[in-house]
Structure formats: C-alpha cells, structure tokens
C-alpha cells in the first residue's frame, strides 16, 4: 500500500514538473552519506521518515459500513472504517549548485500543491477505500531536523515537508446472505410493560437486539452509545433502538440527548427485556 503512494508521488512529480528522460532522478531511499556521495545526475529524494495515525480523520461511528453486493439484494458486503494513517515524506533536492536545488524544490512544491488529493489518475487499480488527502510544506513538530540529519549521518540541508493521509482497513470485507427472518416479541408481563423487545442471532452466531427508551420528557435528539465500543446508535421517534452484531455478555449503554443528564444502562445478551428509563 505504501508503495503505491510512493508510485503515486513519483508519477506526480514526472507529469508535474516535467521530468523527461533521465535529467532528474527520483529516489525514496534514506539520504544517507554514502547515498548522496555517489550521486552523478540531479536529484530529488523523496524520504518516509515517520507513519502514524491521523487522529482528527478517526472516524468511529458507524464502526461497520454495510453495502448491497452485486447479486440484485439478497447479499451484503460488510466493511470495517478504515484508519487514516499519515505517511510523512521529507523532500530534498540534490545537485552541484545550491540554486538548482532551490529551483528544483520549488517546482516539486507547486507540482504537488496542485494535487491536493492522489486520485485514481496516480493510483489505478490500488486497494485504498479512500482517496488519499495530502499536505504540502505543512509545519511538521514532529520533525527534529538536526537529530534526523545526525541519524542519516549526512549533512543538513533544506528539505519540504509532504504528508499523505491515507486510510487502512486492518480487516477484509465480507459479502455475506442478508438475514431475513426476525423474532419479535410485544410483550404484556411485568418484564416487558406491553412494549417491543426483540432478540434474534443471525448465522454467525452474533446477536440482534431491541428495546424501548421511556422518557416522561420529550425526547428531542436521543442517542444510545455502546461504551465498550464508542459505537452511537440513533434512537427512533417513539424511543426504540436495535443493537447488531453483538455477542453473548454485558454491554454497558449510554443514552444522551439534548439539554440532559447522560443516562448509563447495563444489558445482558441474550435478555427478554432490553428497555429501561430515563
């Protein structure tokens, strides 16, 4: 996968500057003092000094995306968010005089502003869900040029900063049959009050289970959140919620709304009664 983002940024540069023939070489090798001395032809060295998660990209609600496959509605293919991940590049330029290489780094810098997105252009055929956002010349704290030059054991120099936040799926899809059969209860005991609670498991043996949120106030944007996984689920207008794919256990549930009091609530899969109070 990196490597198709190091593909993608070398097709870039080629078309962007332009590159023609062999008058400049690209490599995304470690710029280290035995690399740059034996140099022969004009360079511009694309490093990967650091990888790690894009936090302000988290996206954890829905934690499962769910689509129709290609059979015409009995199948579905299951997916996992992906996680943006930041791949930070640092650019340098290698030649005999110090203004080629500022000439070449400026044209590497508006070569890739113009692409604030590697999309399917530079990446055929690739296995991203996503199409990846980058930033150019962007502050970099996390960067400590001296100590980075002192590793590589080569002298410092000038070098643009490019990150590329790409989103990684730790898990495979899954195509599988859509569930059609429901067990549905209205119940008139004390457990239940005459409400709806449902309980059924699917082929995998994972858990499917409704209840009821009774408010004596009105309820104006409810939410239920399931603690355990940072999992929000939207709450319908008559106060009823469906939770999926659970497994047998204890799953602590948290109910917010506008101008309220977070409500914490403990269900147990299976259940007959997955209602309660706020």
Same mark, same amino acid.
């Given at each position: 996968? $990196?490597?198709?983002?190091?593909?993608? +940024?070398?097709?870039?540069? /080629?078309?962007?500057?332009?590159?023609?023939?062999?008058?400049?070489? =690209?490599?995304? *090798?470690?710029? *280290?003092?035995?690399?740059?001395?034996? =140099?022969?032809?004009?360079?511009?060295?694309?490093?990967?000094?650091?990888?790690?998660?894009?936090? *302000?990209?988290?996206?954890?609600?829905?934690?499962?995306?769910?689509?129709?496959?290609?059979?015409?509605?009995?199948?579905?293919?299951?997916?996992?968010?992906?996680?943006?991940?930041?791949?930070?590049?640092?650019?340098?330029?290698?030649?005999?005089?110090?203004?080629?290489?500022?000439?070449?780094?400026?044209?590497?810098? +508006?070569?890739?502003?113009?692409?604030?997105?590697?999309?399917?252009?530079?990446?055929?055929?690739?296995?991203?869900?996503?199409?990846?956002?980058?930033?150019?010349?962007?502050?970099?704290?996390?960067?400590?040029?001296?100590?980075?030059?002192?590793?590589?054991?080569?002298?410092?120099?000038?070098? =643009?900063?490019?990150?590329?936040? /790409?989103?990684?799926?730790?898990?495979?899809?899954?195509?599988?049959?859509?569930?059609?059969?429901?067990?549905?209860?209205?119940?008139?005991?004390?457990?239940?009050?005459?409400?709806?609670?449902?309980?059924?498991?699917?082929?995998?043996?994972?858990?499917?289970?409704?209840?009821?949120?009774?408010?004596?106030?009105?309820?104006?944007?409810?939410?239920?959140? $399931?603690?355990?996984?940072?999992?929000? $689920?939207?709450?319908?207008?008559?106060?009823?919620?469906?939770?999926?794919? =659970?497994?047998?256990?204890?799953?602590?549930?948290?109910?917010?709304? /506008?101008?309220?009091?977070?409500?914490?609530?403990?269900?147990?899969?299976?259940?007959?009664?997955?209602?309660?109070?706020?």
């Amino acid at each position: 996968m $990196i490597d198709e983002v190091d593909e993608a +940024i070398r097709a870039v540069l /080629i078309e962007e500057l332009p590159i023609v023939g062999d008058e400049v070489e =690209l490599s995304f *090798k470690q710029p *280290k003092r035995e690399w740059s001395s034996r =140099l022969s032809r004009p360079t511009l060295n694309i490093f990967l000094y650091d990888i790690r998660e894009n936090n *302000k990209m988290r996206t954890p609600v829905p934690a499962w995306l769910h689509q129709g496959a290609e059979d015409g509605g009995s199948f579905v293919v299951e997916s996992v968010q992906p996680t943006w991940v930041n791949l930070h590049y640092l650019i340098t330029a290698w030649a005999t005089e110090p203004e080629d290489e500022h000439r070449m780094l400026m044209r590497a810098m +508006i070569a890739l502003l113009r692409h604030p997105y590697l999309d399917e252009q530079f990446l055929p055929g690739g296995d991203l869900q996503d199409t990846p956002v980058t930033k150019t010349a962007e502050f970099d704290q996390m960067l400590e040029v001296e100590k980075l030059w002192s590793a590589l054991d080569n002298e410092m120099r000038v070098g =643009l900063n490019y990150k590329v936040s /790409i989103p990684v799926s730790p898990l495979q899809s899954v195509t599988k049959p859509i569930v059609s059969s429901t067990s549905l209860g209205f119940g008139g005991g004390s457990d239940s009050g005459g409400e709806f609670i449902e309980s059924q498991t699917d082929q995998e043996g994972f858990w499917l289970v409704g209840g009821m949120i009774r408010s004596s106030e009105p309820m104006q944007n409810p939410q239920v959140t $399931i603690e355990e996984w940072g999992l929000v $689920i939207e709450v319908e207008p008559n106060g009823g919620y469906r939770l999926g794919r =659970l497994r047998t256990g204890d799953y602590t549930l948290v109910f917010t709304d /506008i101008d309220r009091e977070p409500v914490e609530y403990v269900i147990t899969v299976p259940s007959d009664n997955y209602s309660f109070d706020v």
